[in-house]
């Protein structure tokens, strides 16, 4: 269950201008997602991990359209972040909400 990290997914949804796609960057996040829960012991269905990023591919073209400064933000946090972790901290620490 993808619950536990719905906090994360909304901060990512609170920033047009950027080349990638709301789909290729939920793509990402949700596999980021799903390798935190392979390293806890904790499955994630290939159904979950579809479902996260198809929702988020919604919030994100909003906030794209609404927001295109933190979009970008999120955009390059999840680009370049190796782990779930390091996404969240760069958001933290680097995107306005």
Do not use: H, W
């Amino acid at each position: 269950m993808l619950v536990p990290f719905a906090g994360l997914a909304l901060m990512l949804v609170t920033g047009p201008g950027c080349k990638d796609s709301p789909d290729k960057i939920c793509d990402r996040f949700a596999k980021l997602m799903a390798d935190k829960f392979d390293k806890q012991g904790k499955l994630v269905t290939k159904e979950d991990s579809k479902s996260f990023a198809d929702d988020c591919a919604k919030d994100m073209e909003k906030l794209k359209k609404d927001d295109p400064k933190t979009y970008e933000c999120n955009v390059n946090c999840i680009n370049k972040s190796k782990d779930l972790d390091e996404v969240e901290s760069c958001i933290k620490k680097n995107c306005p909400n």
